[in-house]
């Protein structure tokens, strides 16, 4: 199983930026999915997820800023990031509870990043 990170990049604050996240490999069913991020010199962080009964949670700090939508025909799992503030600047992560066959637990998968720059 992988999770391919992309839309990272340099915006301006007050700008856009869409993050996507492609899972693949050998899937039997992908349960939560969500988005983390870690900040120069800070801990990891939640951000935002989404079940795969669409409930979802958001870290205040991005709440009406931010939406986290799942696409299950393509297992992906998008970040739609608007107003964004110098403070978003970090790398932002993918994380998904996978089972990849039937009766075993899921398990916790992780992409490999893609770097968010907000510019004042």
């Known amino acids: 199983v992988q ?9 301006q604050a007050g700008g856009s930026l869409r993050l ?8 039997f069913s992908i349960h939560n999915m969500g988005w983390y991020r870690q ?7 939640l951000v935002a997820s989404k079940t795969s ?12 800023r931010f939406t986290i939508s799942r696409d299950n025909a393509r ?3 998008y970040l739609q ?10 790398v932002y992560y993918c994380n998904a509870d996978i089972k990849w066959r039937a009766g075993i637990a ?7 990043g893609t770097l968010v720059t907000v510019s004042s």
């Open 20 to 27: 996507s996240c492609a899972i693949s490999g050998s899937i």
């Open 81 to 90: 990031m608007n107003s964004l503030k110098p403070e978003d600047t970090a």
């Open 75 to 77: 297992s992906t799992v």
């Open 3 to 11: 999770l391919q990170a992309s839309g990272g990049g340099l915006v």
């Open 106 to 112: 899921a398990y916790n998968y992780w992409g490999q």
């Open 53 to 64: 009964s669409s409930g979802t949670n958001y870290a205040d700090s991005v709440k009406g």
């Open 39 to 45: 900040a120069p010199g800070k801990q990891r962080e």
